[in-house]
């Protein structure tokens, strides 16, 4: 028969049941597919993880990169951070962009072009998308990683 937990004392079963919960595990890309905001790495995690995405960075034809973050100015940085730690991805014109609040920011590594747009709502992160110019390969998104993983 169920046993029914309430009243006096329920506090200390929570807190308990509440610490026994095991947090996801995540040693690979695709472990973070299930997040819809960046979650904290440990730096064992990073480096995994960064080994992963830099092998598929490299192997694509272009990335596009969308920063979900608090204000314009943190993901201008956020871009900023990956364009100084690989040189072949750089971006211009980056002082002209401005939102209000939370915002969304898209930039495309092959045209160059960047946009960011207030949206409220979104969680915190990076997401990379590897692109391909043949139709053959399938383009896969990488993320949410912190917005410091880059630096």
Excluded at 1 to 29: A, P, S, T, W, Y
Excluded at 47 to 70: Q, R, V, Y
Excluded at 99 to 106: D, E, P, R, T
Aim: with cysteine.
């Amino acid at each position: 028969m169920f046993q029914l937990r309430c009243g006096l004392g329920m506090e200390k079963h929570l807190v308990k049941d509440f610490l026994c919960i095991k947090q996801m595990e995540i040693n690979k890309l695709v472990d973070l597919n299930n997040f819809r905001t960046a979650p904290k790495l440990s730096d064992r995690q990073e480096k995994k993880l960064l080994e992963e995405l830099e092998a598929n960075i490299f192997n694509a034809d272009w990335i596009t990169i969308g920063i979900m973050s608090s204000s314009d100015n943190e993901a201008i940085e956020t871009l900023q951070s990956i364009s100084k730690k690989y040189s072949s991805i750089k971006f211009g014109n980056l002082g002209s962009l401005h939102a209000v609040g939370g915002v969304f920011l898209k930039a495309n590594q092959k045209t160059g072009n960047v946009f960011v747009r207030s949206e409220n709502g979104l969680g915190e992160g990076i997401l990379i998308t590897c692109q391909y110019d043949k139709d053959a390969k399938e383009s896969n998104t990488f993320g949410p990683f912190p917005l410091d993983f880059f630096t």
